[in-house]
């Protein structure tokens, strides 16, 4: 039986092993995907673990996305991304050299979440709250769509300006200060606690705006809470999750008979699953 690990600490709440297990049964493949919560310590040791063959692919959470990189053998992310979310093993076949490699599909998610939406980024002005993990997957994948601009404000104003460092074309802006907008994304850790608000005075915002939480437990933060009221457009971080694993799946079942891997199913059943607990 193979065997996949989602990797974090805390673990507990990810979803990923449901999701997973549930697309290798469709797909009729002996494997089994389950959470480990693990110390920065243990890393190094799971990550050979793919090597010698006792684990076949691991997908990493936080607060382990970037200490994961030291240890494999190639990664295939942009440069400014210091962000590793899927580790598999690629072989190949001519040569017979396996490499440990490691690729960030959160990109990847961010973009069909909002294709699939139809929401168009080009021309839209962008205002980002939050500077924490997620947030240069998310800048990447904006610029990439063509925004006129992209805004940014985080509470700790030092970890904003690294960013500026890393995507010169972010506009910062001061924390609790709200700058006209097409679009607002929430990537702060701010609404999964029930009680948790983010500084923004909801009735000084025009109308027919998009916000956008990459938080999806709670379905509707605060956030959205307070937008939906007022007739906004939503969208939580479910489907950025579903697509981002989509994609390691598809870097998982990578085979010399299967080069472009499975593009596992998204559909009604799949998104139930994600419902129930
Ligand atoms: P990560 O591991 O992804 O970096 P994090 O450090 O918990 O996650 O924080 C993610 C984001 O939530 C950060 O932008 C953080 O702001 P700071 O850089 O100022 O810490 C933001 N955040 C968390 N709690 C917050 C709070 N109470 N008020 C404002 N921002 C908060």
Redesign the pocket.
């Known amino acids: 039986m193979k065997k996949y690990l989602v990797i974090g600490n805390p673990i507990d709440h990810s979803l990923s092993p449901k999701l997973h297990n549930y697309w290798f049964k469709e797909n009729n493949i002996k494997a089994i995907y389950e959470k480990k919560q693990v110390e920065e310590t243990e890393i190094e040791g799971i990550i050979a673990d793919i090597r010698n063959g006792k684990i076949e692919g691991i997908n990493v959470t936080?607060?382990f996305k970037k200490s994961v990189i030291p240890f494999l053998d190639k990664v295939d992310i942009p440069d400014k991304i210091q962000s590793v979310n899927t580790i598999y093993l690629e072989k190949n076949n001519i040569t017979g050299s396996n490499k440990i490699a490691g690729c960030n599909t959160d990109i990847l998610g961010f973009k069909y979440s909002l294709e699939n939406i139809k929401y168009n980024i080009k021309g839209k002005k962008i205002f980002i709250?939050?500077?924490?993990?997620?947030?240069p997957s998310i800048i990447y994948s904006l610029e990439e769509m063509g925004p006129s601009i992209i805004m940014l404000s985080?509470?700790?104003k030092?970890?904003?300006e690294n960013l500026k460092r890393l995507f010169p074309q972010l506009e910062l802006v001061k924390?609790g200060d709200i700058k006209n907008f097409d679009m607002i994304i929430n990537?702060?850790?701010?609404g999964l606690k029930e009680n948790?608000n983010?500084?923004i005075n909801y009735d000084q915002i025009g109308s027919g705006k998009f916000f956008y939480d990459v938080i999806y437990n709670p379905k509707k933060t605060n956030f959205l809470l307070e937008a939906e009221k007022r007739g906004h457009q939503i969208e939580n971080g479910k489907m950025m999750f579903v697509y981002q694993a989509q994609e390691a799946f598809r870097l998982f079942t990578i085979a010399p008979n299967v080069r472009m891997g499975l593009i596992p199913s998204i559909n009604k059943k799949v998104l139930q699953l994600l419902e129930n607990d």
Do not use: H, I, Y
């Not at 990537?187 to 701010?190: A, E, N, Y």
């Open positions: 936080v607060p709250l939050g500077a924490g993990g997620v947030t985080n509470r700790t030092e970890k904003a924390w990537t702060t850790s701010l948790d983010l500084p």
